[in-house]
Every structure is written in structure tokens, then in C-alpha cells.
């Protein structure tokens, strides 16, 4: 199983580049993108994830619309997931307005800060047989957009952070 990379490997410091024609459609790509979605169903609070996350330098991310709805009574069934692949992906259009929000990040585990995200952004991406496709969204889907692609691009969220802490459970709270 592909684990998710931490700060500090050079892999998310890296522009990555484009995923070539000839892998679209592929076995190759098929094992990248289970890959991410293995590394993604084993982190609960995770909501997207980025093929350099899992060490791989290509501009791929993935998004789990069901952990993006907000929880039913207990009890009530979690959805089934529903997993947004998004390659190439590319902004077409982001509001002007930038709203505060407060953002962490699997590979920078237990740091948390505020960030200045754009309130709506659309991209356009490539799915894995190819066709491309265009997704708008407001709030967290939005700021996934951003942080995502950010990712893409060798950007960790702590690079424009604000108000960053660390958040570490106190041994009492086991109790």
C-alpha cells in the first residue's frame, strides 16, 4: 500500500509534470489512481489527496465528495464513497473575493493554520479514459481546488499559512 508522504521529501517540493497522453487509460494509471484512493480511505479526516502525496510526480489529485457532507445522526450509515479523479487539472475561472479558512494537510500532519483561499474556483481536468470535464465549486470544494493544486505545483500550505499551531493530544485525554 502506497503511505503518504511527509514534509520534508523532495517529492512535494516538485512542479510535477503533466501525465503523458500515452498513460491515460492505462493498468499503469489505474494502479496510481488505487493507489490514492487506498492512501486516502486510510486517513478519516482526509477529504482529497494528491499523486505527490503518495510520492508520485504527476499533476493528479483526487476528492472524495461523500466525506465533504456533513455526518448524519450517529448511527445513521456513512455514504458510500464517491471519489472526483481530476488530472491536468487546470483553473478556468476563481472568484475575486478570498475568504479566511482554516487548513491542514496529510503530509504536514498535526499543523494547522489559516490560509486565503478563493471563495469559488473552476477547473478543468481529465478523467482517467481521458475526456476532459469542467467542475465548479463553492467553500471546501473550492479550497480543496486550491490546496490540491498547490500540491501540484510543489506548494505546501504552511508556505502561506498563518496562525500556524501544532496539535498534539495530551495523554490524559486517552483516559
Do not use: W
Not at 514534509?7 to 510535477?16: F, I, Q, S, T
Not at 493498468?27 to 489527496?49: K, Q, S, T, W
Not at 470535464?133 to 473550492?142: D, H, P, S, V, W
Amino acid at each position: 500500500m502506497a503511505s503518504i508522504v511527509q514534509n520534508g521529501e523532495p517529492v512535494l517540493r516538485e512542479v510535477a509534470p503533466a501525465l503523458p497522453e500515452e498513460l491515460f487509460n492505462t493498468p499503469e494509471l489505474a494502479a496510481i489512481l488505487e493507489d490514492m484512493r487506498v492512501a486516502l480511505d486510510a486517513e478519516p479526516d482526509g477529504v482529497a489527496l494528491a499523486a505527490p502525496q503518495i510520492g508520485i510526480s504527476y499533476r493528479i489529485f483526487i476528492v472524495r465528495y461523500d466525506r465533504l457532507i456533513p455526518l448524519g445522526p450517529e448511527g445513521t450509515p456513512e455514504p458510500p464513497p464517491d471519489v472526483g479523479v481530476y488530472i491536468n487539472p487546470e483553473f478556468i475561472r476563481t472568484s475575486q473575493r478570498r475568504l479566511e479558512v482554516d487548513e491542514g494537510c496529510l503530509s504536514v500532519r498535526k499543523v494547522y493554520g489559516k490560509t486565503r483561499r478563493y471563495e469559488r474556483a473552476t477547473v478543468r481536468a481529465r478523467r482517467e479514459d481521458g475526456s476532459s470535464f469542467e467542475r465548479g465549486g463553492g467553500g471546501i470544494l473550492a479550497q480543496i481546488f486550491q490546496h490540491e493544486t498547490d500540491h501540484l505545483n510543489g506548494i505546501l500550505f504552511i508556505d502561506h499559512a498563518t496562525d500556524l499551531m501544532e496539535v498534539t493530544r495530551n495523554s490524559h485525554d486517552d483516559a
